[in-house]
């Protein structure tokens, strides 16, 4: 079985941190993505990554960064974290084919204060 | 720009009933696919279902099928013999046949299914 995992379960930091949202898959899988996902507004795409080192904007990148430095991790950073980045954050991962499944991590529910 | 939309907030039914989920899309492509995923209170999201742009076919998987309507940019998903283990979020999304597969989904904001015993 795929499996994703995420550092953390839930997260509260400080208005003005460094965030760091981690993000491990097992199946060799050469996408991953970073989600948020808020109430009534569904899921959107932080950004994408489709190589070691490579990354893509999504929908959503203004005030994150990502990084991916071994194929099987995908880190989402928030340089200095805001209120309004009070959210639940969901990896995912796939083989490159348009038709693969995404393999949803459990999410990190995030609280900035 | 790709949307999804789900008009349906919440619904509600009853088990062992049926139940269907509206999802309509707006794309100027021609070749892409469309997922239906599921997300359980408190649990990882899963795929229920996915449907080619090409195959006029409406894809089945056990309880669950979907009425793809290509020309009306319409893709719902019915649940048939509703079971409690089908409460949940579901979500339906879109990703276009271009960039290699490397794209993410376009989601629509969910509707909340609600399984009465």
């Known amino acids: 079985d795929v499996k994703v995992t995420q550092s953390s379960r839930y997260l509260v930091k400080r208005t003005g941190e460094k965030v760091f949202l981690e993000c491990v898959q097992d199946?060799?899988?050469?996408?991953m993505f970073w989600y948020r996902q808020d109430p009534g507004l569904g899921l959107r795409l932080i950004y994408f990554?489709?190589?070691?080192?490579?990354?893509e904007k999504g929908d959503i990148p203004e005030g994150y960064s990502v990084s991916r430095e071994k194929k099987e991790r995908f880190s989402l950073i928030l340089e200095s974290a805001s209120t309004n980045q009070t959210s639940m954050y969901l990896c995912a991962s796939s083989l490159p084919q348009i038709q693969e499944t995404q393999y949803f991590g459990p999410g990190t529910r995030l609280l900035v204060l | 720009a790709q949307t999804v939309t789900q008009s349906q907030p919440e619904m509600s039914v009853q088990e062992a009933e049926t139940v269907t989920l509206s999802c309509t899309y707006d794309t100027s492509e021609s070749d892409y696919y469309l997922f239906w995923y599921k997300q359980p209170p408190s649990r990882q999201m899963i795929l229920v279902i996915r449907q080619e742009a090409y195959k006029q076919q409406n894809a089945t998987e056990n309880r669950f099928s979907v009425n793809f309507q290509k020309a009306a940019k319409s893709f719902s998903l019915k649940i048939s013999d509703s079971q409690l283990g089908d409460a949940a979020m579901y979500f339906c999304a879109y990703r276009p046949n271009s960039g290699g597969g490397a794209d993410g989904l376009t989601f629509g904001k969910g509707t909340h299914l609600i399984i009465q015993p």
């Open positions: 990554s489709y190589d070691v080192k490579m990354k």
């Open positions: 199946m060799d899988h050469e996408n």
